[in-house]
């Protein structure tokens, strides 16, 4: 049982979703309703990142992914596309102290060789300066989309054969799973829940191979507006799903 000291929320310690997903949406609207620039809206939205970071880290959770940037994200205004390149940076003085009291490493997934320089140094350094932390994973999804890493897999795997490491009838579910972007992760790749928020019903390319048998969970609140306690009501809403496996109950 764990009580948060304001709303009471009960979760359960044993039934803690071990790897959570979120497509973090509705940061242009949450500006947007406010007759602020969309801008606005991812900067409060980073702040977001690090309530929800703690939070899942305090509870249990040992990976959480979050998409930040998709590979289809390029085509919005270069002023946004341009500042939402900088928000490594800006997290990285705010937070990376904070990652490492929390034992928290920063890990990510997608092409980062094609962000900016300046962008891609943030991300490489938020990574290093954490890589000691042995507590949860924080998997940021930058440039990321899963079709180009289900593409990558298959090229990955097509060589391996051609070099003679591998028979076509040895490829399996496992060197699928570990040749995906999360196959660092083991037996966590899977998430256990994903949550989109901001009211969209949709998976928009995210772990197309690995959400399999994970729970979804759609919440109109928008991205900017989550908060600690709105985190793990969600949380107790994976909680109060009863999990199936292909006929398997509870796990
Ligand atoms: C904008 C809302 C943190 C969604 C959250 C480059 C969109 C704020 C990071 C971040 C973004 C990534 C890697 C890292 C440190 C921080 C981030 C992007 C967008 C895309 F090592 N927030 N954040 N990255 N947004």
């Not at 990652?99 to 300046?118: C, H, K, T, Y």
């Not at 051609?162 to 992760?185: F, H, R, W």
């Not at 507006?225 to 009501?233: E, G, V």
Request: glycine letters at 4%; one cysteine or more.
């Amino acid at each position: 049982m764990f009580l948060n000291s304001k709303e009471s929320i009960s979760l359960d310690v044993n039934n803690v979703p071990k790897h959570v997903a979120i497509i973090m949406d509705g940061n242009g609207r949450w500006a947007q309703k406010r007759h602020l620039p969309r801008i606005a809206g991812h900067k409060k939205g980073m702040n977001v990142v690090e309530d929800v970071t703690i939070a899942a880290s305090e509870i249990g959770v040992k990976v959480l992914t979050l998409y930040a940037f998709s590979t289809e994200n390029w085509k919005r205004p270069e002023d946004e596309v341009n500042y939402i390149m900088s928000l490594p940076e800006k997290f990285f003085d705010k937070f990376v102290p904070k990652l490492i009291e929390n034992n928290v490493s920063v890990r990510v997934m997608g092409l980062i060789d094609q962000l900016p320089a300046s962008t891609k140094k943030a991300v490489d350094d938020a990574v290093s300066k954490t890589s000691h932390c042995t507590g949860m994973i924080l998997n940021f999804a930058l440039n990321y989309g899963s079709r180009m890493e289900i593409t990558d897999a298959v090229k990955k795997i097509s060589q391996q054969v051609k070099d003679n490491q591998l028979l076509p009838s040895e490829i399996d579910e496992k060197i699928i799973d570990a040749n995906l972007m999360t196959g660092y992760l083991e037996e966590l790749s899977d998430p256990d829940v994903v949550i989109r928020t901001s009211g969209e019903e949709r998976i928009s390319n995210f772990l197309l191979w690995q959400i399999a048998y994970s729970e979804f969970i759609f919440t109109d609140i928008l991205w900017p507006d989550i908060t600690k306690n709105s985190f793990l009501n969600l949380i107790l809403e994976y909680q109060s799903r009863n999990r199936r496996f292909g006929g398997l109950k509870n796990k």
